[in-house]
């Protein structure tokens, strides 16, 4: 398509052609994007679940770029292009599509089967139309070059910790897997939204992922037994209803949710940066939890890979089953959902202190910047994570993950600004 609209002399960005750096992908797309007379946005089944294509999308839509849709394959369109005519390829009627193509972009019908060459100072001319074509779009996957690793800083002087009482370390081999004896759960509704809490107690527990662990990344290391005081963390992620009683309020911005899927009542808030979802738990009389809160609210205090124990399990959560779109599903799974899946569905993935959907069906903004170094610098008490960044932390996996994406230890981060289909976040208020 991209070749056919060139030869009609309209002047094509596509990645393909252009990109030579893939990590400068994200930078180069956007900017073309930005110096664009019109954008075609080519739609498939997996365009449409294409984290890329959405992204600049509403780029597109931010910077009021003309939007030409293309379907390639049949799909709904998403809901902010409802009433815009799409171009229609997946049919087969290829030559008639491309003609009303042409015509959109250029105001004029496309030459015959085999056009003349066209000269160059009408391809300038042509040029004034400038078309981005995402390689997401065409329903494949563009694969990033993996980013240099992140060198891990470890510090030359530690002051040591002077405790007023003594603290017991416990080693790692006499720490039970299993809770022996069941948690009392404690649980109570938050005035303002009506949000379920559950309580994680003051004391101890163990931070991160041991050295000899083959899952776990450098930046999950070293374990620490760290102590917390004790808070109230949401009982599940806030749910679409929730957020939008904050909406009403006239505090926060909607989210940028295009597809419909997303949007029931029930389903977990997603496509909210973490500014939006800071300003929801301060309305709601709390703050997103620190990483640590998180990690001992995911997995107790004895160190457990996963809310319910040390062995995955695919009936307790949401994750990338058979029915996910992406190439790394599990197809020997189903835990019933393609997409989010309504917060508190599985009550069999609760953590030792009642909290449900840690691990998996969307990732939760915490409120930490990131830093490779994070557990080798952190304080014994309360550590709330370093000054300042460039990304925030995102903990606990999401339905487009699988493995080891999932366990309580996993760290991920995003910048601020990102709002993606598959990140949400829950609150916390202090004891």
Known sequence: MAENLREQGVWVWFDQWRVTDHSAWDQMTSQALLTCAQFV????????????????????????????PVLHRPCPLPELLHGVQPVDFSRGRRQAA????????????????RPPLVSPWLRRLAGLVVVVL???GLG???????????????????????????????????????NTEPTPIDEKLRAADGQPMVFVPAGDFLLGSRQDDPEADEDE???????????WIDKTEISNARYQKCVAAGVCAESAVLWSRYRQPDLPVVSVSWEQASAYCHWAGGRLPS??????AARGADGRSYPWGDHFDGTRLNYCD?????????????????????????????SPFGALDMSGNVWEWTADWYAPDAYQSAPYKNPGGPENGRQRVIRGGSWLYNGRSLRTTERHKEA?????????FRCVVGE
């Open 41 to 68: 946005l080519i739609l498939s089944p997996a365009a449409a679940d294409s984290l890329a294509v959405r992204e600049q999308t509403l780029l597109a839509i931010a910077h009021d770029k003309p939007i030409v």
């Open 98 to 113: 491309l003609a009303q193509l042409v015509d959109r972009l250029t105001g004029r019908s496309p030459a015959p089967e």
């Open 221 to 231: 290391k070293p374990q620490r037994v760290i102590y917390l005081d004790g808070f």
């Open 134 to 136: 995402l390689l997401a």
């Open 322 to 350: 058979k029915n996910c779109i992406a190439d790394w599903r599990d197809p020997t799974a189903d835990d019933g959902y393609s997409y989010t899946a309504p917060v508190g569905s599985y009550l069999a993935g609760a």
């Open 140 to 178: 494949l996957y563009f694969v990033r070059a993996r980013p240099a690793a992140e060198r891990v800083v470890v510090p030359q002087h530690v002051q040591p910790v002077t405790a007023a009482t003594s603290i017991i370390v416990p080693t790692i081999d006499a720490v039970p897997v299993f």
């Open 416 to 424: 601020p600004h990102y709002r993606y289909e598959n990140i949400g």
């Open 291 to 296: 990483e640590a809160e998180w990690e001992k």
